[in-house]
DNA sequence: CAAAATTCACTTGCGTACAATTTAATTGCG
DNA sequence: CGCAATTAAATTGTACGCAAGTGAATTTTG
C-alpha cells in the first residue's frame, strides 16, 4: 500500500471534515457496535469486552492472561480487573501456573462454558443488526485487517 | 442490504472465532487508531477525543454540547468532563447561552483556534501510519458509514 | 553459580463511555 | 396564565483502556 497523499501535497479542506475522518468512521462503528451489543449481552450478563474473553476461551479453555490479551491487542492493566469480574460471575477460575508461578491460567467453569450455548443466538442477533451481506462483512474485515496491521507497523 | 445468514442457518464453527468476528475487527482496529495517534497527539497536548472535538470546533467554532454530542455520537456525561479539560488547557472557552440558560456554549479561544495550524502534520502523519490509498479509505469510510447506520437503526 | 535483566500479572492514576439521576430552564397544553 | 412535560448539562457510579510502577518468578549472562 502506498500513502495516499505526497507530503508536499495540500490536504483538500473538504477531506479535513470530522464526517471525512477514517478514524471516526471506524471509531463512531466501534461505538455503534458496543450499543447493538448491549441489550443482548445485558440479558447473559456480559459486557462487549467482557464477550470477546468469553470468545477467545470458548476457542481454547484454558489460557494464560498474556495468551488471552495478545488475541485481544489488550494489556493487563485492562485485562486483570475484567477477569476478576468474569471469576467474581462464576464464569472462570484463575490459578497460579505451577511450571511458571508468574503466570495466571485463565479457565471455563461449567458455567462459562455453558454459556456458549447463546453464541448462535448472540450472533444471529448482531448479524441481524449489522444487515449486511456474508460478502461485505468479508470485504470490510479484510480491509480492516489491512489497516489495522499497518496502524500497528507504524507505531 | 439483507442478513447475510437466514435464521434457520447453521452458523459455521469458523465463524465463530473471535479473529472473525466484523464488531472485533472494528474494535481492534480503532485501538490501533488511538494507539497511532498517540504520540503525535501528545506532543499538542491532546487525547484522541479531544482531538476529535477540536476537528467539531475547526469547523464551526461556536457550538453547543449537545451540538458536539449528535456530531461525536457522545452524551453530556463523556462530554462535560472533557471539555472542562479542554477548557483548563486554554483550547475552548464555555459560557452559557443567553437566549437558553439550559444551554452552554462551547468556543475556541485564540490558542485553540492556533492549533487548527497542526492539522496538516497530524493527518500526513496518520495518512502515512494508514498507508492506505485515498481509494481505499473512501471504501472503507463508506463501507464502515453503511454499517453504523445499520446498527443504529437497529438498537 | 550469582547478579542482572527480563517477564508476568497486579495495581494506581487518568481519561473516556455510558446508564441513571439531578437540577435548572424552557415549552406546551389545558 | 400556570403547571406538567420536556430539554440541556452536569453529576454519580460502573467498566473499560492504557501508561507507569511494583513485586515476585524466571531467564540470561558474566
Redesign the interface.
Known sequence: ?????A?TM??PEE???????????????????T?????ILDKVGLT?PQY?VM??L??KSEQAVKAIGE???LDSGTLSPLLKRLEQNGLIKRTRDSRDERQVVVSLTDKGRAMRGE??TI??A????????????K???G??????S???A??
Chains 1, 2 share one sequence.
Open positions: 500500500m502506498k500513502a495516499h497523499l507530503k495540500e490536504i477531506e479535513k471534515r470530522l464526517e471525512n475522518q477514517l478514524c471516526f468512521a471506524v471509531y463512531s462503528t466501534a461505538h455503534a457496535f450499543r447493538a451489543y448491549k441489550p462487549y470477546l470468545l477467545a470458548w476457542e488475541q485481544l491487542d453464541i448462535d450472533m444471529t448482531i448479524g441481524q443488526a449489522a444487515g449486511c451481506t456474508l460478502e461485505e462483512m470485504t470490510i474485515r480491509l480492516l485487517r489491512g489497516l489495522r499497518n496502524l500497528t507504524a507505531v
